[in-house]
C-alpha cells in the first residue's frame, strides 16, 4: 500500500552521475537536466554557492574564498559531502519539490556507475543518493546503460560491444544475456584529453589555458584523423615568458597531435578486449560492429579510426551523450524485465 502510494505521488528518477555533467531523466518525462558535475563552495561558511551551469561559469573567475569543486573524479566519488549536496540539489528539481516536502514524497532513484568500480565505491553512490532524498536506490554500469539506452539487444544470446567515452572514464564493454562478459574502464577520456591540450599548447606556444578553454577549443576543431578542410580557432591564455594575455590560432592538426598519444591508449585497450573475447561473441561483433556513446565518440574522426584499426564497423549513437541516462529511463519504465542487470544489495533484493 506505501509503495503504491509512492509510485502515485513520487517521480522515479534516472542519474548519469558523470565527472563531467550530470544527467537526470523523469519517469514519463524524458531527460530534464544535463548540467555539469561542479559546486562552488563558500570556504567561510560552508555554504553552498552555486550548482551546475552557475557554478561553471564561476570557475577561474572567483575570489579567494569561493573554491569550484568537482565532486566526482575518474567516475567515483572523492568528496561524499559534496556529491550529496549535488545529488540533493538535481534530484529536487527533478521532482519538483521544495526541501521540506522530499521527506514525504521521496523517489527511487536509478544511478549509473562505470564498470568495474568496487563494492566501497559503490556503496558511496548508494549511500550519497540515500542521503540527498531517494527512498530505494539501484545502481547500474553505465556501459550496460548505455547499451540499453540505445536499445541494443542485450538480453539476446547475441555479442555486442559499447564503447562509452565519458568525461572521467572510458569504458568498454562486451554484453550478451544481459550480463557483461568482459569489461575495461580507462581513465582516459575526456578530461585527459583536456590536460592533453593544455600540456601541448603551454610546450609548443608557452602559453598557459584554462581547463574550460582546452575544452571549448576540443569541440571546435578536436580531430583524431587528418580533416578533409583545416580547422581552425583562435585560443587566449596567458603567456608563460611575459605573463601578459597572448592570442595564438590552433589547428585540428595541433589537438591531433596533441591528444595523439591517449587515443593510441584508447584504441589498443579495445584491441585488448576483443582479443580476450570468445570467439562466438567476436563472429557476432564483426557482423553488428561496435557503438561508440558518450561525448568523446563526437571527437571527429574516432569512428573511422576505430573502424580502421580493429577492421570491424563502427557506429555512432544517436545522441551520444544522452545514451547513459536514456537507458536508466529504459529500466525505470520496466523495471522487472531489467532487473537482474542492476547491482543489488540484499535489501533491495527483498523489496523488489
Not at 224 to 235: F, N, R, Y
Amino acid at each position: 500500500m506505501i509503495e503504491r502510494f509512492y509510485n502515485i505521488f513520487a517521480d522515479d528518477i534516472g542519474i548519469d552521475l558523470g565527472t563531467a555533467n550530470t544527467l537526470v531523466y523523469v519517469k514519463g518525462q524524458g531527460v530534464v537536466i544535463t548540467e555539469p558535475s561542479v559546486v562552488a563552495i563558500n570556504e567561510r561558511t560552508g555554504r553552498v554557492v552555486a550548482i551546475g551551469n552557475d557554478a561553471k561559469q564561476m570557475i577561474g573567475r572567483t575570489p579567494t574564498h569561493i573554491s569550484i569543486i568537482r565532486p566526482l573524479v575518474d567516475g567515483v566519488i572523492s568528496n561524499f559531502e559534496v556529491t550529496e549536496e549535488m545529488l540533493a540539489y538535481f534530484i529536487r528539481r527533478a521532482s519538483q519539490l521544495p526541501n521540506n516536502s522530499r521527506k514525504f514524497f521521496r523517489p527511487q532513484v536509478l544511478v549509473g556507475v562505470p564498470s568495474g568500480i568496487t563494492n566501497v565505491e559503490t556503496r558511496a553512490v548508494r549511500d550519497a543518493a540515500r542521503n540527498a532524498g531517494a527512498r530505494r536506490v539501484h545502481i547500474i554500469e553505465e556501459p550496460m546503460s548505455a547499451a540499453i539506452g540505445i536499445r541494443l539487444p542485450v538480453q539476446d544470446p547475441v555479442g555486442s560491444i559499447v564503447v562509452d567515452i565519458g568525461g572521467g572514464t572510458t569504458d568498454i564493454a562486451v554484453i550478451s544475456l544481459g550480463g557483461i562478459v568482459l569489461s575495461r574502464n580507462l581513465k582516459v577520456a575526456g578530461n585527459h584529453l583536456n590536460d592533453d591540450i593544455v600540456t601541448y599548447v603551454r610546450d609548443e606556444f608557452k602559453i598557459l589555458l584554462g581547463d574550460k578553454t582546452a575544452e571549448e577549443v576540443k569541440i571546435a576543431v578536436g580531430a583524431v584523423v587528418k580533416q578533409p578542410e583545416p580547422l581552425d580557432a583562435t585560443i587566449r591564455g596567458r603567456d608563460l615568458i611575459s605573463g601578459l594575455p597572448k592570442e595564438v590560432v590552433i589547428t585540428d592538426s595541433d589537438i591531433k597531435e596533441a591528444i595523439g598519444a591517449s587515443v593510441d591508449t584508447l584504441v589498443d585497450a579495445v584491441k585488448e578486449v576483443l582479443e580476450a573475447t570468445p570467439p562466438e561473441v567476436i563472429s557476432d561483433i564483426m557482423h553488428k560492429g561496435l557503438v561508440l556513446t558518450g561525448g568523446g565518440a563526437l571527437l571527429r574522426g574516432m569512428d573511422n579510426l576505430l573502424s580502421q584499426e580493429l577492421k570491424i564497423p563502427v557506429n555512432i549513437a544517436d545522441d551520444p551523450l544522452t545514451a547513459v541516462v536514456r537507458g536508466t529511463g529504459v529500466v525505470l519504465e520496466d523495471l522487472d524485465r531489467y532487473w537482474d542487470v542492476l547491482i543489488n544489495e540484499g535489501d533491495d533484493q527483498a523489496s523488489r
